[in-house]
């Protein structure tokens, strides 16, 4: 993340892009953004975007991060520090946020079906037949609670009520994600719902470090195992493919990552000590 003016670098983008004759929704396409993401950044409202985020916006108007940002000043939040090289070579860490970072399914299931009177597996199903809608940016939450309430038979539903009061930190994580920044560059990659993300942060449920790069799914518009998601993170960790590791909880995903050249561990949050040290292990830094 970086600290800017945020105000002179969406008039400059804003600009920029008026200049090369291409729409708000045009560049969205092109730099991998939401649509509110960018108007947000052209309006000053995003204090510190993310600098691949502005890296990307870049490249998508055939420019460069000099002539983007022009007389816009902008430094590093914290000076930025050499990061070590694993002995498998990896210099960045993806982690999954659910089922690897947090865990929520089961108590907010069970708390929705005590509620409503509906059995856990009529709730279940209900929520994976939108979920991937939502997560990938084509549903809004609005219109996914509407929906879920009505296969449910009731008038209204808040599905993030129901998350964020179920959300477990994973604590072995946290200590992990902690220990991990302090060596290598960290990032998130998740499947998740808009403005889950921020909130969570906001709330200290996910580990409070700087992370280097955070690849929302509902923002670039795709969802793990897809290749478009891991293509987006691979870009915005400015390392190799081969020098990147996903920890996550999910077999597809870890399998998908491991096909664009990865380094992959599956998560086991019933074993979150077995886990959190095959991660150290692999982890361990070159002498």
Not at 3 to 24: C, F, P, S, Y
Not at 159 to 166: K, P
Not at 243 to 266: K, P
Request: glycine letters at 6%; aromatic letters at 10%.
């Amino acid at each position: 993340m970086v600290h800017m003016d945020e105000v002179g670098l969406g008039k400059q983008l804003q600009r920029m892009r008026q200049a090369a004759g291409i729409t708000q929704q045009e560049l969205c396409q092109r730099a991998s953004l939401s649509y509110s993401t960018l108007a947000k950044i052209e309006r000053g409202a995003i204090k510190s975007p993310s600098i691949f985020t502005i890296q990307n916006i870049a490249q998508a108007l055939g420019t460069n991060l000099t002539e983007l940002m022009g007389e816009v000043t902008f430094q590093p939040k914290i000076p930025v520090s050499p990061k070590q090289r694993s002995k498998t070579g990896v210099r960045f860490v993806y982690f999954d946020i659910n089922g690897c970072l947090v865990r929520f399914f089961h108590r907010a299931f069970t708390k929705l079906a005590e509620e409503t009177g509906e059995p856990s597996d009529i709730i279940e199903t209900t929520f994976w037949h939108y979920n991937d809608a939502v997560c990938r940016g084509e549903m809004t939450m609005t219109d996914f609670n509407a929906r879920f309430a009505e296969r449910l038979g009731i008038k209204h539903l808040d599905w993030l009520e129901y998350y964020m009061s179920a959300v477990d930190p994973i604590l072995e994580m946290d200590e992990l994600v902690h220990w991990a920044v302090q060596h290598y560059h960290v990032g998130l990659l998740s499947n998740i719902m808009p403005g889950f993300i921020k909130i969570m942060r906001d709330q200290h449920l996910l580990p409070n470090v700087s992370y280097t790069a955070i690849i929302d799914s509902s923002e670039v518009n795709a969802i793990k195992p897809e290749a478009k998601i891991f293509e987006v993170a691979q870009s915005r960790s400015g390392v190799e493919p081969h020098e990147i590791l996903l920890v996550d909880d999910s077999r597809a995903n870890v399998m998908a990552a491991e096909r664009m050249g990865w380094h992959v561990l599956w998560f086991d949050d019933y074993r979150p000590d077995e886990s959190v040290q095959r991660v150290r292990t692999a982890l361990e830094p070159e002498d």
